[in-house]
């Protein structure tokens, strides 16, 4: 909410990517030595010394790269003391969307009540069958993932930042990392695709009231992202946005706690994203800085709608709704971005300006398997709404950042917690790895 200004990517496959590039070797925790049993002990030491200085150096090329802007060592990752703050305390939020259980509650309900109203709401129960729910935690995802590099966040030119998963929770882990205003988040697009982490796929199902998926009729080749999994301790999140193609979004959360603002759609930009001293693009910046203004009697259009989601609650989004999301403490979830019957005709008009090839492909399926949505389609056309077989500049976009996204938009954005995989799924760039960080200029990553 399936992370944008940073929106202004277009959004393209994932499955394009180039190799990543390397120029360092790992050292080995076990290594060939001499007979030394009488100092043992220190050689451990010293290995294990080895192995966390190459994780510290790790983790600043990952900071360097997706954040140039920020100087490690001048300490500007810490600049604001927002740690030091009680941003994220749960003290005084009024949490007064609807809570519906999806046991006693049927799937034509949601969407008589919330999905064609375009309503937000939490739903419970979705996620109990889930092996997620007992394997998704900091000690079995490292030891089935602990080698494999998810993306931590977007460089300046738009390639991937990635970062092995054992140097991330050694990140997590760290009491002077963990100091960061607004510190770096797994938000991966790609773990579904890539042959170290799609094994993630079996651990959990999409909910049978998301399950119709209409943008798969155009190929995966084609479709824009649309899954991510999310991992971030507090203070991370994703800035205020709203999601590409005015697809809809739920965000499931398996551990930890979220809090949420949503705005209906037709809310100006310039009203939610006002021009500000000090005003940032992450969302601990946009909490503090904004949030306090919309509880005022001069705010000048709709209050926002808070959530505190919880484990196990699964957080709806419609499309059009502007949304920004801060980790109170370390979550764990997994978002998907949809296109249903209830709003295809909206995600049509936004595709078919924005993405004119995948449309044409898309309507060509739709004809053989959905007439009754391809007809949908005449009628937009009839109505002069459909662009569907032009040429024209895109709609709407996704864009990433380590701990956080924004729009630049009211129509073009990012997945909750919106990734920036359509920049780098466009020009195929390299990963920024453990490597280290690239030479090249950079100005700013999310």
Partial sequence: MSPSDHHCATLISARQQAPEKSCLAEPRSAV???DTSHNSGAIVVDQQQDLLQWQERKILAAKRASRSELSVSRGDWQKHGYAKTDICSQAGIRDTVSRVDSRWTSYESFVKLYEKP?????ITGLQESWKAQQSWNQADLSRRFGNHKFKVGADDDGYAVRLKLKHFLGYLQDAKHMQDDSP????DGTFGDRDGSKDLLGDYSIPEWFSEDLMQLAGDRRRPPYRWIVMGPARSGSGLHVDPLATSAWNALISGHKRWALFPPGTQRHHVLPKLPGLEREAVSWFTHVYPLTQREDWPTTKPIDIIQGPGETVYVPGGWWHTVLNLDLT?????????????PKVWKHTSKGRPKMSAKWLSVLKQQRPDLASVVSKLASCGDDQSGTSSSSSSSSSSSSSSSSSSSSSSSSSDED??????????????????????KRQKSD
């Avoid at 375009?118 to 939490?122: D, Q, S």
């Avoid at 770096?184 to 938000?187: A, G």
């Avoid at 978002?335 to 295809?344: G, P, R």
């Avoid at 990963?431 to 090249?440: E, F, K, L, R």
């Fill in 184 to 187: 770096m988040y797994v938000f």
């Fill in 32 to 34: 060939p030595l001499p």
């Fill in 332 to 344: 764990i979830a997994v978002t998907h971005n949809y296109a249903s019957t209830a709003n295809f």
């Fill in 419 to 440: 990734d920036d995989e359509a920049n780098s799924r466009k020009r195929r760039p390299a990963d920024i790895t453990d490597a280290g960080p690239s030479n090249s």
């Fill in 118 to 122: 375009r309503i937000p709401v939490v």
